[in-house]
């Protein structure tokens, strides 16, 4: 751990180093909880590098956070709601390592906890308010001040035709044994372009959106349980509330892991929609328009098969995008997100009841 010692020691942190753990389940950067002691009080941080081959210009990923954290910061009753990122010795905001690798750090969140699946209702209802909130607060704020740092993100069409090549070029030999997961994507290619399609036609706006909100990206307090902060900015970016409310739906409302193998275990639990769907509106101060309110069940359905295609195209491409265990560990998430879609289409009536509930509130 020396070289961690090192980076952290190019940060304003109190006190000295007394531990550094890797932490946290991400796939693309990686964390590390620093504890530092200073006579007195244990102080904690986040550290993380950010993953170059995937965020091209990390500096463009710092100056989104810094300007969202201090629009955000204004908006706030206490620190805790907001992350807060840890200045370097000479009054930046991050540093270069020797491989130019950028790093950075946040003050850690106490007295919070974070979980990967609701573990009760209330939590999803608490993650749904939070980036419901985080709308709110941000409708405010131009899409067009932050950088697109990870060109076409939730570009569903684009993300098609880089499977399609994905599939042609082959590179593995793999195509040969995920025929069904190929069919199954083809069959839907009509579906693609929906919300872009709504967009262009001026039903669905361009807004200031998270892109990767997973349960896992928001703080609950630890003795009231109530969302505290939303973290993991790195994706915000111009983007659709029906996203952010969708990929919530895709890793939040699935009853398995996103890596499950028995898939007799992987539905989307229409009561976490249900209850997720109430928050998100309820954050968003009631004002989500009925138009938006209207396409929720697309977001949630664009979300997860996009996420499956994207670790479909990432299988074949030879597991270079996200972090892997073992090698059919993409293939394995790519089946959970294709049952989670054919669980939505077998469940679609009853998800657009619930969102159309929700409008005539
Ligand atoms: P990744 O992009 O890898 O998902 P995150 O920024 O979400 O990275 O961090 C990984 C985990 O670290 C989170 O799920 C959370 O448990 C923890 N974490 C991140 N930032 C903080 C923070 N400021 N305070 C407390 N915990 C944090
Ligand atoms: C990645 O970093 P993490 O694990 O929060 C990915 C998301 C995917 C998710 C799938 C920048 O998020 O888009 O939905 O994995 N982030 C990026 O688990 O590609
Ligand atoms: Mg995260």
């Not at 003050?107 to 993650?127: T, V, W």
């Not at 570009?155 to 030999?173: S, V």
């Not at 505290?228 to 969708?246: E, H, N």
Request: negative net charge; charged residues 30%.
């Amino acid at each position: 751990m020396k070289n961690i010692n090192s980076i952290v020691n190019k940060f304003k942190v109190v006190g000295d180093i007394i531990k550094v753990t890797p932490y946290g389940n991400g796939l693309i950067n990686g964390t590390y909880l620093i504890t530092c002691f200073d006579g007195d009080d244990k102080n904690r941080y986040i550290l993380q590098m950010i993953n170059s081959n995937v965020f091209k210009q990390p500096d463009h990923v710092m100056e989104n956070i810094l300007k969202v954290t201090e629009f955000l910061r204004k908006k706030v009753e206490t620190s805790r709601e907001v992350l807060t990122v840890v200045h370097t010795l000479d009054d930046g905001h991050y540093i270069y390592d020797e491989d130019g690798h950028l790093w950075r750090m946040y003050e850690f969140i106490e007295d919070s906890i974070c979980l990967d699946r609701p573990e009760f209702l209330e939590d999803f209802y608490q993650a749904g308010k939070a980036f419901g909130k985080f709308q709110r607060y941000l409708s405010e704020f131009s899409p067009e001040c932050l950088y697109e740092t990870i060109p076409d993100f939730h570009n569903t069409p684009k993300r098609y035709e880089n499977f399609l090549k994905a599939l042609e070029e082959d590179k593995m030999g793999r195509a040969k044994d995920v025929e069904a997961e190929i069919e199954f994507l083809k069959e839907r290619k009509n579906f693609y372009s929906v919300l872009i399609d709504k967009n262009k036609s001026g039903e669905l706006p361009l807004r200031v959106s998270h892109n990767d909100t997973k349960m896992n990206n928001v703080m609950l307090d630890n003795d009231s349980r109530r969302a505290l902060c939303v973290i993991d900015l790195d994706t915000i970016m111009p983007g659709f509330s029906v996203t952010d409310f969708g990929d919530a739906i895709r890793f939040g409302a699935s009853t398995a892991a996103e890596d499950e193998k028995d898939l007799s275990k992987v539905s989307m639990d229409i009561n976490l929609f249900e209850i997720y769907t109430k928050g998100f509106i309820k954050g968003c101060g009631g004002q989500l328009p009925k138009t938006e309110i209207m396409l929720l069940p697309e977001g949630a359905k664009m979300m997860t098969i996009e996420c499956g295609m994207r670790f479909l195209t990432d299988y074949l491409d030879g597991d270079t995008y996200f972090k892997t265990n073992y090698p059919e560990h993409n293939l394995d998430r790519c089946r959970t997100q294709l049952k989670l879609v054919e669980d939505m289409e077998e469940k679609w009536d009853k998800m657009k009841r619930i969102v159309t509930r929700f409008c005539n509130l």
